[in-house]
């Protein structure tokens, strides 16, 4: 190789590394280059990051001052207030709750869970009913549309109950040696509103459940640790025998040993007819027996801080969780049914007698609030002498008679007839025994005997007479209400709404002074119609269609009638005359 090729590819390699060089010097100014401008962006982000810092530390400061400010008001994304007074009382509590499977143990327990989210546990004492364990009993509660509300809300609601398998009438309460350790332990808040509500109940199964009950209840809780109150759900018709009820306790002349040695002695069927006896100025068995029930507890309850709440004929919803619930035909609610499907067509009573109905969810406001006030009641130096009693009842401020009550369901009827009618709607009130027991003759003894009669000849079982046997034996026991007037006094009922704060008087709402009863009516039958006989809106023209053929039908028939009548008058006035 010559050398002038040498330095040829000398001057080559030294012309590489020179560029080489500078694209390496290029190449580090520019990454210096971009790591200054990262590092000036991290300073620009680090000063922001520490003014947000700054202004997220006023923004707290300014929510906590507001928070201050505000009563201590909590607000949940649903819009909740969970820290008003009622609230406060019950947060943090756990609750034992008797009598959840019945209509008013539904309503309460509902309210709890949707407006007290901050409830500890709530207990349900039930037993095994028709084969079915308690855990099958719990599902079926809440499968009922009154929950649908709570479980869009608070969807995850479960886990604060607690199942507690017993027996209210049972010694004890039916309850394991490790349920008892867990409630006495564990427990703060009872409502006991398991009853028999059934009129006509025997007296055996009545003092078993409404007396017996209650008294296994008060020796639990003289085990409890951190009791605040008992509440006893009773009856305003404990003492119905009397013109005037306060709030107060009346003497009995009955007690429960007296009742349990005689239902000890005789078979039922000797109890029933020495019935009229034992029960003297009351009505029935269910009176009665929550009379004694309430004698009893004030006899027994030295200590134990507890309440009685006498609610009127409870009724379906006004508002919450759902207008217009229902879920049972008992009492009152019987007789619209009744008379809403064309089997009931006379009554005994008396139109200008008041008709002493409140709304289920004011019932339940109002017990909430009142087992508050019980409990601060107790509190204080000295307690109470005696149990306080609150009587929640609608007369005082919102007075409805038994004639506006029917024409407010006449109206309603009408627009919301049910499919499952058979007959016209077309109910009589009598004040007259007699008179009633003649229209009960034609409008229900007569068309019964016609019916089973045609059934018969064509091969079916008859079944109108041993339904108008329940209806007679039902009507009888009602018509004492529905004939009577009783004055109530609601005086604490109203001092403690009126010391309720606004706040909860919104939450928990119970002043039957607010009650629009036209309003409430106007979805009353819908209720019947919906969630007593499954029928929905959109079945309402074949139900007005249906409705208005047994109109057209009843009116034949009337005509008939009147015709044979004139026929039958004349007949009998031409062979004396």
């Not at 709530?122 to 649908?148: C, S």
């Not at 869009?152 to 604060?160: L, Q």
């Not at 004929?313 to 008992?330: F, G, H, L, R």
Request: charged share 25%; proline share 4%.
């Amino acid at each position: 190789m010559s050398t002038e090729t040498v330095d040829v590819a000398n001057q080559r390699n030294s012309n590489a590394n020179m560029a080489d060089k500078k694209t390496l010097t290029k190449t580090t100014h520019l990454s210096l280059s971009n790591m200054t401008k990262i590092e000036n962006k991290l300073n620009y982000f680090e000063e922001n990051l520490e003014k947000s810092r700054v202004c997220l530390d006023c923004t707290e400061k300014r929510l906590a001052d507001t928070d201050q400010n505000s009563n201590d008001l909590e607000i949940t994304e649903n819009g909740r207030r969970t820290n008003t007074d009622i609230q406060e009382f019950y947060n943090g509590k756990s609750i034992l709750v008797t009598g959840a499977t019945g209509f008013l143990g539904k309503v309460l327990v509902e309210k709890l869970l949707r407006c007290c989210p901050d409830v500890e546990n709530i207990y349900l004492l039930v037993r095994q009913k028709k084969g079915k364990d308690i855990y099958t009993r719990i599902d079926d509660i809440f499968d009922d549309p009154v929950f649908e509300r709570l479980k869009r809300e608070a969807p995850k609601f479960r886990h604060k109950i607690v199942a507690i398998p017993g027996d209210c009438g049972a010694a004890g309460l039916g309850l394991t040696l490790n349920d008892r350790q867990t409630l006495t332990e564990k427990v703060n808040i009872i409502f006991h509103s398991a009853a028999t509500v059934k009129f006509v109940e025997h007296l055996r199964t009545a003092l078993v459940t409404n007396v017996c009950a209650p008294l296994h209840m008060l020796r639990l809780v003289r085990d409890m640790k951190g009791l605040d109150v008992l509440m006893h759900i009773s009856t305003a018709y404990s003492n119905c025998h009397l013109s005037q009820v306060r709030e107060r306790f009346y003497p009995c002349s009955v007690d429960c040993d007296q009742l349990s040695g005689l239902v000890d002695k005789f078979t039922d069927s000797e109890i029933d007819s020495l019935l009229p006896t034992i029960l003297g100025s009351w009505p029935n068995t269910y009176t009665l027996t929550k009379a004694v029930a309430e004698k009893e507890l004030r006899d027994d309850c030295g200590g134990v801080p507890l309440g009685i709440f006498r609610p009127a004929i409870v009724t379906s919803t006004a508002q919450e969780p759902i207008p217009c619930w229902i879920d049972n035909m008992y009492g009152l609610r019987g007789v619209v049914v009744g008379a809403a499907t064309g089997v009931l067509r006379t009554l005994l009573c008396d139109k200008e007698v008041t008709a002493e109905i409140v709304p289920v969810d004011m019932v339940v406001n109002c017990l909430l609030a009142s087992a508050r006030d019980v409990h601060l009641s107790y509190k204080q130096s000295p307690p109470p002498a005696e149990p306080p009693i609150f009587n929640y009842v609608s007369s005082v401020e919102q007075r409805i008679t038994w004639g506006g009550f029917m024409e407010h369901n006449v109206e309603q009827i009408g627009w919301s007839p049910l499919n499952s009618a058979i007959w016209y709607f077309c109910l009589t009130l009598n004040t007259s025994p007699l008179v009633n027991t003649l229209y009960e003759v034609f409008l229900h003894l007569v068309p019964a005997v016609l019916i089973d009669g045609l059934a018969l000849c064509v091969g079916q079982s008859p079944k109108m007479l041993k339904l108008y046997r329940k209806i007679r034996k039902f009507s009888s026991v009602l018509s004492y209400f529905s004939t009577k007037e009783i004055k109530f006094c609601n005086k604490r009922t109203r001092e403690l709404w009126e010391r309720t704060s606004e706040d909860d008087k919104q939450l928990f709402p119970f002043s039957m002074a607010q009650m629009d009863w036209s309003k409430y009516f106007q979805g009353y039958i819908l209720g019947i119609r919906k969630y007593i006989f499954k029928e929905e809106d959109d079945s309402l023209p074949q139900a007005k269609r249906k409705w208005t053929r047994l109109y057209y039908f009843h009116q034949i028939v009337r005509v008939i009638f009147i015709l044979f009548a004139v026929y039958l008058v004349w007949h009998i006035f031409s062979s004396v005359f």
